[in-house]
């Protein structure tokens, strides 16, 4: 007994000095993990900030693509309406009537005007639908990245893209019609006009409940699928 009390502090030290000596050890084995765990961080860091880059240099191009392809569709229409446009400012000019003239030119700029103005905010309303989905896509990638699985986002992204697509095509062929009152005496007039507004807004209303529309809950389905992974 009195032994054990003698070299009792010498066993102490030793045990000591043995856990302090396997510490330096210790941490040798866990600096390559720690390591390799910082390097990876590093590498998802970098390929999220390379997916975004290119995320954001696609919705650009694809909303100069759309933007001139609405450009040429409005030329292509501007070409083939011409012999009609001088058929009506023919006939116009005709009348007897001068208020009648002048009204039926400025109802006649009014309805080109506004299918101008519509197409305009509806492919507006789709470059916006573009830009959320883009932040969806995003989001999607660091959820992938961070272990969620996110097929049915991926799904619902595609889906968005399509009907996106559908509608600026949608968009496209309203910007090619045209709204010209058909008219033979001055008495047709008043109801030619009457006409062809009613088929513009009808038209207009088909675009907006029916393309414009989808892609909107389509869109919407993208951010609810990415919001049901709680990341």
């Given at each position: 007994m009195k032994?054990?009390?003698?070299?009792?502090?010498l066993i102490a030290v030793v045990a000591v000095l043995g856990v302090v000596l396997a510490f330096p050890a210790l941490a040798q084995t866990n600096a390559p993990a720690r390591q390799n765990a910082a390097t990876q961080i590093k590498i998802e860091r970098e390929n999220i900030?390379?997916?975004?880059?290119e995320l954001n240099t696609q919705l650009k191009e694809a909303q100069e693509t759309a933007k001139e392809r609405?450009?040429?569709?409005?030329?292509?229409?501007?070409?083939?309406?011409?012999t009609r446009q001088t058929e009506f400012k023919d006939k116009i000019s005709k009348l007897r009537d001068e208020k009648?003239?002048?009204?039926?030119?400025?109802?006649?700029?009014?309805?080109?005007?506004?299918?101008?103005?519509?197409?305009?905010?509806f492919d507006n309303v789709l470059n916006r639908l573009s830009e959320i989905l883009s932040k969806v896509e995003?989001?999607?990638?660091?959820?992938g990245v961070n272990g969620k699985d996110v097929s049915a986002v991926k799904t619902a992204i595609q889906n968005a893209k399509t009907a996106i697509e559908t509608?600026?095509?949608?968009?496209?062929?309203?910007?090619?019609?045209?709204?010209?009152?058909?008219?033979?005496?001055?008495?047709?007039?008043?109801?030619?006009f009457k006409s062809v507004k009613g088929q513009l807004q009808k038209d207009l209303f088909g675009l907006r409940d029916g393309?414009?529309?989808?892609?909107?809950?389509?869109?919407?389905?993208?951010?609810?699928?990415?919001?049901?992974?709680?990341?």
């Open positions: 032994n054990y009390f003698k070299y009792s502090p900030k390379a997916k975004r880059t609405l450009k040429a569709a409005r030329e292509e229409t501007k070409k083939n309406i011409k009648k003239k002048q009204i039926a030119m400025r109802l006649d700029e009014q309805l080109a005007r506004l299918n101008t103005q519509w197409t305009d905010h995003l989001r999607a990638e660091k959820a509608a600026r095509t949608a968009v496209e062929t309203q910007a090619k019609k045209t709204y010209i009152a058909a008219f033979e005496s001055e008495n047709e007039l008043g109801a030619a393309a414009i529309k989808s892609s909107r809950e389509a869109v919407n389905n993208a951010l609810q699928a990415l919001k049901s992974l709680n990341f």
